[in-house]
């Protein structure tokens, strides 16, 4: 993009020659004097009006523009540029000629350029440029024009597209405007149609930001702001993309994919054996801790604080943040159904010889667990601890993962027999289906699809069950071999993401079917449970070495 420049020197007579003061185009104007010249550029005049003859001259790339020390630009694949005046017939001047005469009446004129990629003003446009001034009778005037870059393709690129998730982070994004030729539009102009910037992300997750939305023209000028950035606040985000554009012309992309990245936390209790996990209604995370016999809270920076459960050697299993604004946790070795507040005031309830296993709120004020030593469903009434039990049909099934679907039925998994069972609710008949024998299936999660999900761990496959037909639909097996999957959940993201437990992966599976894994750098720490925090990452439980981890994607 260069500078046109008209000087304009009125007399009675002739043309005063004039020097540009900026390479690139200069016109010189002389005045004509009432009802001059035929040549091209201007509309017609009355025989009242007074005009000039204005001498045009362009200074097309060469080794001295190329050298100039003030950044300048026109595009090298320019072959002629057409001038008008007014919105007159344009006149054209070819490469390598350098001056054209054309006219210019006196007064308030307006002078548009246009660079183009063939001769005569044919092909592209290249790069465009009006400016408005007023000629004054009799005196010098100047007029300086700047050449914009007239786009044609955009491309954008992020400086750290894979930067760490989990850690903040801030990377200028690189675009460049490429003219009709290809060649990359520099200054000191502007482009004939600014740039816009957006952040495209639909999960809305919130972690971006950009500094800037709109690029008048390239860096070289100092467009507002400097080089634009993209902020990232270190929260989870599968991916992302920053999106340029401008008028008429295709938009260009790039992506932003945070690299998911694993965070560890010891736990300081001693003899620390962490089982399940789960948000709790404070903002912190809660798991149970069969080791040290405790529900303990985790706070986001890592903090642990233990809260000793009132019945010892209780082997405490599964735990959830229930509608009452409690923590609900079964103790296995005790056969109690446990509550607790945030601030550790505790109540226990007895439901006989079950040894419960995970839990449910059904969201009607009832608590339901799978009691394993009675081969039954357990339903706890939340306000007063008073319970029923639900019989199941089969033998020692070891019910273990429960779930409510929206077709009011509970499903639940049945770990020894490989069988998933269906009741609508106490009092009601169990329906059972079996499943691929030897697959012991575990925790149980409705999935954003309507469908249920649940690991089958010892056949290593994650399955997929429709309660329209209470059938599975489908079984997709972890990218590892002998993963042994364990819990599950429903990611921020729409997924389905589970923990591996032999493998020291956090696997993930979208409701099609498609199935990543993340592995942990650090190994044989017995990944169990696993819960989705308030600002979207995932947090699980490391049994083997008293560790609970974070997964930041």
Known sequence: MRVAQVERSHSSADIIACTAAFLGVALLVGCAGAGASSVPGAQPQSHAAKSAQVTFTMHWNSATTASSARPKFISPSALSVSVN????????????????????????????????????????????????????????????????????????????????????????????????????????????????????????????????????????????????????????LVSASVVASTAGVPNASATITPTPTFYQFSIPT????????????????????????????????????????????AELQGIISASDGRLWFAEYMSDKIGAMTTAGAFVEYSVSADSPELLLDRGDGTIWAGGDGGNELDVMQMCCGTYSTVPIPTANSGPFGIAAAPDNNIYFTEYFTSKVGRVSNVGSAVSEIYLTPGSYPTQMVLGPDGNLWFPESETNKIARLSTTSFSVTGEFSTLTPNATPIGIVVGGDGALWFTESTADKIGRITTGGLVTEYTSPLKGLGIFGIAVAPNGSLWFTERNVSKIGELIY
């Open 85 to 236: 005046v007014n919105g007159g017939t344009p006149a054209y001047l070819n490469a390598p000629a350098t001056t054209l005469a054309i006219i210019a009446p006196v007064g308030n004129d307006t002078f548009v350029f246009q660079t183009y990629d063939e001769t005569n003003g044919q092909g592209n446009v290249l790069g465009r440029a009006s400016v408005t001034e007023i000629i004054v009778d009799g005196a010098a005037n100047v007029v300086s024009a700047v050449i914009n870059g007239v786009t044609a393709s955009l491309t954008i690129a992020l400086g750290s597209p894979t930067t760490a998730a989990g850690t903040a982070a801030t990377m200028p994004i690189n675009v460049s405007a490429l003219d009709a030729d290809g060649n990359v539009i520099v200054g000191p102009g502007y482009y004939a149609s600014p740039i816009s910037l957006a952040i495209d992300d639909a999960a809305n997750s919130g972690t971006l930001s950009l500094s800037t939305t709109s690029l008048p023209g390239p860096i070289a000028v100092g467009a507002k702001g400097g080089t634009p950035t993209l902020h990232y606040n270190g929260g989870t």
């Open 270 to 313: 001693a003899n620390s054996f962490p089982g399940f996990i789960t948000a709790g209604p404070d903002g912190n995370m809660w798991f149970t801790d069969s080791g040290a016999n405790s529900v303990s809270r985790i706070t986001s920076s890592g903090v642990v604080t233990a809260f000793t459960v009132p019945t010892v050697e």
